[in-house]
């Protein structure tokens, strides 16, 4: 008995320290990541630090994200050119329609896709455990707010 409870702690342990039951929380750090883009290259979260960054996490299916993609672009378009980024970060598991989405809904802002829906490594990471979520994480990368508000992601870019 003893030997098995050992090993459950130990298992335990190791799940959590390889970050299988982290999720961010406020203060945490732009995790390193790396996901496929639109175009298919290659892009490290980490390479937006520097920058405020709204990190969106979204799917081609998921109709209030689809809503959401409409004042995100009006923000990315205002703001882009103020040290400020959104990154979108899709769920789909379909990269053809999440393609399609990106097109018809005037996407220009970066977007990354981890197509295994709410298993993907990432969404697990972050905790997004619903959609559309979104973290805005500050200049120096740390987590600041989690599903903020458009004034608050403003009045951050502002600072």
Same mark, same amino acid.
């Given at each position: 008995?003893?030997?098995?409870?050992?090993? &459950? $702690? $130990?298992? !335990?342990?190791?799940?959590?320290?390889?970050?299988?039951?982290?999720?961010?929380?406020?203060?945490?750090?732009? #995790?390193? @990541?790396? *996901?496929?883009?639109?175009?298919?290259?290659?892009?490290?979260?980490?390479?937006? %630090? /520097?920058?405020?960054?709204?990190?969106?996490? &979204?799917? =081609? &299916?998921?109709?209030?994200?689809?809503?959401?993609? %409409?004042?995100?672009?009006? *923000?990315?378009?205002?703001?882009? =050119?103020?040290?400020?980024?959104?990154? /979108?970060? =899709?769920?789909?598991?379909?990269?053809?329609? &999440? *393609?399609?989405?990106?097109?018809?809904?005037?996407?220009?802002?970066?977007?990354?896709?981890?197509?295994?829906?709410?298993?993907?490594?990432?969404?697990?990471?972050?905790?997004?455990?619903?959609? #559309?979520?979104?973290?805005?994480?500050?200049?120096?990368?740390?987590? @600041?707010?989690?599903? #903020?508000?458009?004034?608050? !992601?403003?009045?951050?870019?502002?600072?």
């Amino acid at each position: 008995m003893k030997f098995i409870y050992k090993l &459950w $702690v $130990v298992t !335990i342990l190791l799940l959590t320290m390889n970050g299988a039951y982290a999720q961010l929380k406020k203060g945490s750090i732009l #995790p390193d @990541i790396t *996901l496929q883009n639109d175009k298919n290259v290659s892009v490290k979260l980490q390479s937006f %630090k /520097g920058k405020v960054v709204l990190v969106d996490f &979204w799917a =081609s &299916w998921c109709l209030p994200c689809r809503k959401a993609n %409409k004042s995100l672009v009006k *923000l990315y378009d205002k703001y882009k =050119s103020k040290n400020f980024e959104i990154v /979108g970060i =899709s769920i789909d598991t379909d990269k053809d329609k &999440w *393609l399609k989405a990106i097109k018809k809904d005037g996407l220009k802002n970066p977007q990354l896709i981890d197509p295994k829906g709410f298993d993907a490594r990432s969404a697990v990471l972050f905790g997004a455990d619903a959609l #559309p979520a979104s973290y805005l994480f500050d200049s120096s990368g740390k987590l @600041i707010a989690i599903n #903020p508000t458009e004034a608050q !992601i403003i009045s951050n870019i502002k600072k």
